[in-house]
């Protein structure tokens, strides 16, 4: 699987942005795409995670109630819509995949898109 992300930007606290991430390659086995970020100084940490059939989906607790993750079929792109947030949300995203089942842990994740940063300013 190949992995684009796209949509990162500067937005102030409180603001919204939505990041992509299209899939190509071998998107017909069953496979699960997740965002992951990574701060200056900081591991990489899961964010969210949602298998291709949309049956099985995973969000962090601190994000919990303001991110929320969603995938177009049709255009092979998982979406995470990031709401009200905080400037302890600026980082690298990225999104990655695995097929299987949805897990959290990075080590699990074989496929990997380029990153796009998100920067918020109080």
């Known amino acids: 699987v190949q992995l684009q992300a796209s949509g990162g930007g500067s937005v102030q606290t409180g603001g919204s942005l939505r990041l992509s991430c299209a899939a190509s390659?071998?998107?017909?086995?069953?496979?699960?795409v997740g965002w992951f970020r990574q701060a200056p100084g900081k591991e990489r940490e899961f964010v969210a995670a949602?298998?291709?059939?949309?049956?099985?989906?995973s969000i962090a607790d601190s994000v919990k109630g303001r991110f929320t993750i969603s995938r177009d079929g049709a255009k092979n792109t998982v979406y995470l819509q990031m709401s009200t947030l905080k400037p302890e949300d600026t980082a690298v995203y990225y999104c990655?995949?695995?097929?299987?089942?949805?897990?959290?842990?990075?080590?699990?994740?074989?496929?990997w898109g380029q990153g796009t940063l998100v920067t918020v300013s109080s």
């Open positions: 390659g071998r998107t017909n086995s069953p496979y699960v």
């Open positions: 949602m298998a291709w059939s949309a049956d099985s989906a």
């Open positions: 990655a995949a695995r097929y299987g089942r949805v897990l959290q842990f990075v080590r699990y994740y074989s496929y």
